[in-house]
């Protein structure tokens, strides 16, 4: 919470993941939300497709800006958390995740994926498409390619962003925000480049700053 009062919520919306949720449940996104602040809910639901229906559900009930689920759970578990929105009143951005940022070729082929982490992106992307879902989560890198096959039909949602000088962490495939936006991103997701910064208020001002288009002369 202290991280929220020193930020605009006019200027940034927050993630809410497994481990602040697990801690404090949604009692904190309400409090969030009762700042002012629209909440993307990081928790990556992969199960049974009525769990993860359900679970859907009740983030829309809980009034989430943006909820995922994991594409890997595959199209019928995708459809079943669209089809559970479809009677809400409010109706959360239905995101699915690709392949996580920290992973490599390596880690693929230990699951017995032999290709690389842009071509099963691709696989998995436009099986959300085809499932219902508003967009993906991706790499900068893949948000390129996503763009090039898609065009504007899927959001894309770009984690591993790191401001010029950051240290890069757990994260396998960075880039900086206008990088990512460059590259097709619609949204960018930070962390340690805000919650590290000594003046977090700022830092997201410099970011903003830093994606906008140069002004002309």
Do not use: Y
């Not at 009062?5 to 409090?31: H, I």
């Not at 809400?88 to 992973?103: D, E, F």
Request: proline content about 5%.
């Amino acid at each position: 919470m202290a991280l929220s009062q020193q930020l605009d919520p006019a200027k940034v919306r927050l993630k809410v993941g497994k481990q602040l949720f697990t801690a404090a449940g949604p009692d904190l996104v309400r409090s969030l939300q009762d700042l002012g602040f629209e909440i993307f809910l990081d928790l990556k639901f992969h199960d049974i497709p009525n769990t993860v229906a359900q679970a859907v559900r009740s983030a829309a009930e809980l009034g989430v800006w943006m909820v995922n689920v994991h594409a890997s759970g595959g199209a019928r578990m995708m459809r079943a958390a669209r089809e559970a929105l479809s009677d809400c009143v409010h109706q959360p951005l239905l995101i699915a995740v690709t392949v996580l940022t920290s992973m490599t070729r390596e880690d693929l082929a230990e699951l017995n994926w032999e290709a690389e982490p842009l071509d099963r992106v691709c696989e998995l992307a436009m099986l959300a498409q085809q499932s219902g879902m508003d967009g993906v989560v991706c790499s900068a890198a893949e948000a390129s390619a996503l763009k090039r096959h898609h065009g504007g039909e899927l959001l894309m949602v770009t984690p591993g962003i790191r401001q010029v000088g950051d240290a890069v962490g757990d994260q396998r495939r960075v880039v900086t925000p206008s990088d990512a936006i460059a590259a097709g991103a619609t949204h960018i997701v930070v962390g340690r480049s805000i919650t590290a910064s000594p003046n977090p208020a700022e830092t997201v001002l410099d970011i903003l700053a830093s994606m906008s288009p140069p002004a002309a002369s």
